[in-house]
């Protein structure tokens, strides 16, 4: 189990940019996946983007593609998710979450909340109109 510390978080203006940074403490950090969940109030978290510090490979939820870029330091162990063009339909308490299995990010599997075992305390974004 990795541990994670969300920051970037803020207020912004729409059409503004934030990027988020999610550090994650422990080994092996490039064989974990690196998930993007939002949550407002009173909502379930909805899955974001997801990032396989391995190889790369990453996914968005439609709602932020084009929009949303997910990066990641592998020799800081650290994954950032750069936001543009924001939205106020965007604000929303922005966690990280990680677990192995890398299956878990794919077009299939992306979102699925209960395949992930460590979380971030969460980092608050707040788009005004």
């Known amino acids: 189990e990795v541990q994670l510390v969300e920051s970037g978080g803020g207020l912004v203006q729409a059409g503004g940019s934030l990027r988020l940074s999610c550090e994650a403490s422990?080994?092996?950090?490039?064989?974990?996946?690196i998930d993007w969940f939002r949550q407002t109030q009173g909502k379930d978290r909805d899955g974001v983007s997801c990032l396989r510090p391995g190889d790369g490979a990453t996914y968005y939820a439609e709602s932020v593609n084009g929009r949303f870029t997910n990066s990641s330091d592998n020799a800081k162990s650290t994954v950032y998710l750069q936001m543009n063009s924001l939205k106020p339909e965007d604000t929303a308490v922005y966690y990280c979450?990680?677990?192995?299995?890398?299956?878990?990010?794919?077009?299939?599997?992306?979102?699925?909340?209960?395949?992930?075992?460590?979380w971030g305390r969460g980092a608050q974004v707040t788009v005004s109109s």
């Open positions: 979450a990680a677990d192995i299995p890398t299956w878990i990010c794919s077009d299939r599997y992306f979102g699925t909340e209960s395949f992930f075992g460590s």
């Open positions: 422990g080994s092996n950090f490039v064989n974990y996946v």
